[in-house]
Nanobody, 123 residues
Framework: QVQLVESGGGLVETGGSLRLSCAAS????????MAWFRQAPGKERECVAA????????YFADSVKGRFSISRDNAKNTLYLQMNSLKPEDTAVYYC????????????????WGQGTQVTVSS
């Protein structure tokens, strides 16, 4: 089992920045591919960014490329999502997720989830 707890969400103005963190506990964090997903009301859950266990491979949705970055600190069992130049369309609940296999972007293939953190970007 892996327990995931997100933090860092909140209300920010358009153009602002937020840094989300996901603290992991349980089995060895470094063995898991990790990802950030988001879901806005009435919309499907989408993968925003993903990172392999080593950090060597990353993925970003087209809508966030150049604005968001993903990183992990395996020594601290923590995943990060740095979000810059935020837009109102980034408003959603953000979830971190883990899977004990190669990094992918399909949410149904992730085994462990956090409770989510709300990000609201005002226009």
């Amino acid at each position: 089992q892996v327990q995931l707890v997100e933090s860092g969400g909140g209300l920010v103005e358009t153009g602002g920045s937020l840094r989300l963190s996901c603290a992991a506990s349980g089995r060895t964090f470094s063995r898991y591919a990790m990802a950030w997903f988001r879901q806005a009301p009435g919309k499907e859950r989408e993968c925003v960014a993903a990172i392999s266990w080593s950090g060597a491979t990353t993925y970003f949705a087209d809508s966030v490329k150049g604005r968001f970055s993903i990183s992990r600190d395996n020594a601290k069992n923590t995943l990060y999502l740095q979000m810059n130049s935020l837009k109102p369309e980034d408003t959603a609940v953000y979830y971190c997720a883990a899977r004990s296999a190669a990094v992918i972007t399909v949410w149904q293939q992730y085994d462990y989830w956090g409770q989510g953190t709300q990000v609201t970007v005002s226009s």
